[in-house]
């Protein structure tokens, strides 16, 4: 018998091996056709600067926890090329995958499943961003919660990484915690809370400078509060649908009802932690991400729904609750739970991500997610002392995804600022150009080829096209798959 949990174990581990090269390889792949956005450099070029005399100051930059940019600096630092940082959240990922199809207790369909989900496969994975901590701390914080009073620094250090990923699991951080001091409070293990609490303090000091940040001049944000276009309640939820399932039916909402019945019947711990978690998930996300639906935040709702289900799997369960009551006479009732078991019907919603997630993935790997290489290479086939200006937030923000790629001496300049532009800076006041500053500034590179880089889109013109004067000349027309994440862009030769 010793022998059989041997060899299954054994077995177990060489097909987590097998899968996880095969998730690696398909990764690396859709890497090298994928086109990074401004959000994924903007935390490169951070690295490239960031050091612990300026941690705090960075969130200016980049209103997340300094983490990700301290992780990625020795890489930034080294001068390793820009595709790195997607290589990076590859491997963090697919070190989560590993660990879930080696150590999770889930059934195998269910593994298969939760890894070409929107949660692992593709847009956090491919995607370089702090996102991938967020899998990571999933899966850790998985693992670790059975044994978290016989290993407790594991399991607060888990739930220490996930807290620095993104405010989105931030209610599941709160409560997990608390959880675990008032078991602690019970069991009057009292000296089991030290190193914990002091852990989780660090944690917050860490993450609480980028949230003031954040709630002061992120320019996300603040448009919602300030009572811009902002979608009601039922219109944001099928986009978000849309987004995460392509589809505008309501499986978001039908499914967290039936598993949040399903948990307050058989788990009420886990719907404690639950009801809080989801709660200030969909909080955040409708006040604060109003007004755009990216599909990393609904996939952050995957991986919270795996994390929940995983948690019951550590706990006991209701031998009896009043929905047993009051549903086991139904024979249809009876029927469904005898050839299918309640629980699998949590993974409705992580299963039927996968199909709009994998035609996402193609569709990235088919065309232009954004355009930083294509506009990138024209802008190396300038002279290699060429000045790009840039003068507006509108511009600026798909620039950011040029400023990694340029080679020579060539330069963005924000005309705004009146200095390079090496990052951007995340601020709640448009900024703009007049005629005056943008002349001056074209003055200043007079004896340098100089270009201009202005937005234009359906609705009307930006920065740049209300300063041409007849004497620009356009040299190149840019627009990318995604318009949420990048405005098109024509680029002009001043002189």
Sequence with gaps: MRGRVKDNKKVNFWLAVAITIVFVVVGVFLIFHHEPWCDEANPWQIAKIINFGNLFEVTKYEPHSPLYPLFLAPFAQAGLPFITTNFLSLAIV?????????????????????ILSAGFFYYNSVFARDYSFIVLGVVLVGLTYAGRHEHPIRYILSLALLSQSHILA????????????????????????????????????????????????????????????????????????LVLFGLAMPIT?????????????????????????????????????????????????????????????????????????????LELYKLISYYIPIGTFCFVPIILSVPHTISEAYYDMDSQYSYSKEVSDVLNSLENNAVILVGSDDTLTPAISFVPYLKGDRIIYDVVDDKPFDYMVWDSEAKTVDDSELDATILKFQDRPTYIIARFNACGNSMGEANIKGIWKEIGTFSPQNKAYDPAIRIYKIN
């Design 94 to 114: 697919s070190l989560a995958v590993f660990l879930l199809l080696w150590k999770s207790p889930f059934k195998w369909w269910q593994k298969i499943a939760i």
């Design 170 to 241: 931030g209610g599941f951080v709160a409560l997990l915690s608390i959880g675990f001091f008032v078991e602690c409070i019970k069991a009057k293990k009292f000296t089991q809370m030290i190193v914990p609490a002091f852990i989780l303090i660090g944690a917050l000091a860490l993450l609480l400078p980028a949230i003031f940040t954040t709630l002061h001049s992120h320019q996300i944000i603040t448009p919602s509060l300030n009572g811009q276009y902002r979608m009601n309640l039922t219109e944001y939820m099928r986009s978000f649908n």
């Design 253 to 329: 909402e039908l499914s967290l009802l039936f598993i949040m019945i399903y948990f307050f019947a058989r788990y009420p711990k886990i719907f404690l932690y639950s009801l809080f978690g989801f709660g200030f998930y969909f909080s955040v996300l409708f006040i604060a991400y109003n007004t755009t639906i990216m599909p990393h935040k609904p996939a952050i709702f995957i991986l919270l729904i795996t994390l929940a289900v995983w948690l019951t799997k550590s706990e006991q369960r209701r031998k009896r609750s009043i929905l047993d009551r009051l549903t086991g006479k």
